[in-house]
């Protein structure tokens, strides 16, 4: 079965330092990867993510991602973090079926920025 | 264009009672995913469903928990004699298709307290 793992459940950045959240996955074969981002009391919104095309992924806000089949790594990062950058952050693997892709999610990072 | 529609946002029970969760999904979707995020822990795979079908509900508990998506109205997550470890937010996504790579998009979700 395919799974993730994020490296620190919280991490805290200076206002306009670069942000970096881990990801690592296991899978059998190409998986997709996401990142989503919660805000308080709020859905998961999706950032970005990898189908199999480009290794570098840009998403929403500024964030980028790049898959490194190497390491089995998905990391999140971007340039320079902004005060509305504090929030929840999911990396997700698809896990493939034979007629449908299950989700699976890592335990989250919470990311603070300290002004 | 709507999103993923969730109801109630906030909904509290007493022990033993039942806690109904209903989930719109988007305009023109047809799969419907039910995850649990209980606090400070990531998105529990729940069930997935197709119009009026279950195609994998690996992620349920064996009891009170029971999921449906009829072929009218919206999908329904049902709790049974709720217990305090019930207490989690539930979030629904959906998806126009199963197949590989697709997004998912999640509702605001619903969180449930158990007294």
């Known amino acids: 079965a395919q799974s993730v793992t994020q490296l620190g459940s919280h991490v805290s950045v200076s206002e306009g330092a670069l942000v970096l959240l881990r990801c690592n996955y296991s899978?059998?074969?190409?998986?997709?990867l996401f990142w989503y981002v919660q805000y308080p009391n709020q859905g998961l919104q999706l950032l970005l993510k990898y189908t199999s095309a480009a290794t570098l992924v840009k998403g929403i806000n500024g964030f980028e991602a790049e898959f490194k089949k190497s390491e089995t790594s998905f990391h999140l990062t971007k340039p320079s973090a902004h005060m509305s950058d504090a929030a929840e952050y999911f990396c997700a693997v698809s896990e493939r079926k034979t007629s449908y892709d299950k989700v699976i999610f890592g335990p989250g990072t919470s990311l603070s920025v300290i002004p | 264009n709507a999103g993923v529609m969730q109801n109630p946002r906030h909904l509290v029970r007493r022990r033993g009672q039942e806690a109904r969760l209903r989930c719109s999904p988007m305009k023109g979707h047809s799969h419907v995913y039910w995850y649990r995020q209980l606090p400070e822990e990531g998105l529990k795979f729940m069930v997935y469903l197709q119009k009026e079908n279950i195609i994998d509900e690996s992620g349920m508990p064996k009891e009170r928990f029971s999921a449906e998506f009829p072929k009218e109205g919206p999908s329904i997550l049902r709790i049974q004699q709720v217990v305090r470890g019930d207490s989690a937010a539930y979030f629904c996504?959906?998806?126009?298709?199963?197949?590989?790579?697709?997004?998912?998009?999640f509702g605001e979700g619903s969180w449930l307290t158990v007294v």
């Open positions: 899978s059998s074969v190409p998986p997709y």
């Open positions: 996504a959906s998806s126009p298709q199963g197949a590989a790579g697709n997004t998912i998009y």
